[in-house]
């Protein structure tokens, strides 16, 4: 079976992606698992700049089919920022207690769709003839008023989702992987993958 390397460190994103991805003809395996074990930078201001960055750069490495993804939170009230910046917003080793305090103390007097925010993610394929392929998943939001939630990681505990009336914190990981930034754009990509292989 052909494989296809997914540019990430995390077990927590693989585990979602081969669930997602299962029922692709091609073996979906980790940098690790692939025996690659580099820090690429992340210098592109959008994201898909970066996850092309990198997809590119492990795939001009090992000669194979790579899929790599950039993320963050947009928030309208800070001229979409953190964006990018969103896991070196105030410092990498800055808790997420610390950044997601902060972010609620800035919106503060803020009330309805001005505390607008929305989780991006993008996923870029490099195939080893060159070719790039990205998709886009989004999932709006709002900023809620407090922090909220046990599940997920970063930003969920203040990134309030109208339609269930909780955090994406909140939200069970099943839920949420079926309607966040993520779980859309490794769906579409999967789509487009059986077009273009
Ligand atoms: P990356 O995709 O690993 O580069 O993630 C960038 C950063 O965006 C993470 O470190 C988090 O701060 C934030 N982020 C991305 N997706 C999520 C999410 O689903 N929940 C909470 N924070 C997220």
């Known amino acids: 079976m052909q494989r296809i390397i997914f540019a990430t460190g995390n077990e927590g994103k693989m585990k ?3 669930m997602l991805l299962k029922d692709l003809d091609y073996q979906v395996i980790s940098m690790k698992e692939a025996g690659i074990d580099i820090d690429i930078i992340e210098d592109g201001d959008t994201f898909e700049a970066n996850a092309i960055i990198k997809a590119k750069a492990i795939m001009e490495m090992t000669g194979e ?4 993804d950039d993320s963050g939170l947009e928030v309208d009230a ?3 920022g953190p964006g990018v910046y969103s896991a070196r917003f105030m410092g990498e080793d800055t808790s997420y207690d610390i950044k997601n305090n902060y972010i609620l103390d800035r919106l503060k007097g803020l009330k309805g769709s001005d505390r607008s925010a929305r989780f991006v993610c993008v996923i870029a394929c490099a195939f080893p003839d060159g070719r790039i392929l990205t998709t886009r ?3 709006e939001g709002l900023i809620g008023d407090t922090i909220s939630g046990e599940n997920g ?3 969920d505990p203040i990134f309030w989702v109208p339609e269930y009336g909780c955090t994406s914190a909140d939200l069970s990981p099943e839920v949420k992987n079926e309607v966040s930034h993520r779980g859309k754009a490794l769906k579409e990509m999967k789509d487009k993958l059986k077009e273009w292989m």
Do not use: N, S, T
Not at 65 to 68: D, T
């Open 16 to 18: 979602e992606i081969r």
């Open 65 to 68: 089919i790579v899929l790599a």
């Open 78 to 80: 800070m001229d979409k």
């Open 137 to 139: 998943g989004v999932f």
């Open 153 to 155: 990681f970063g930003y």
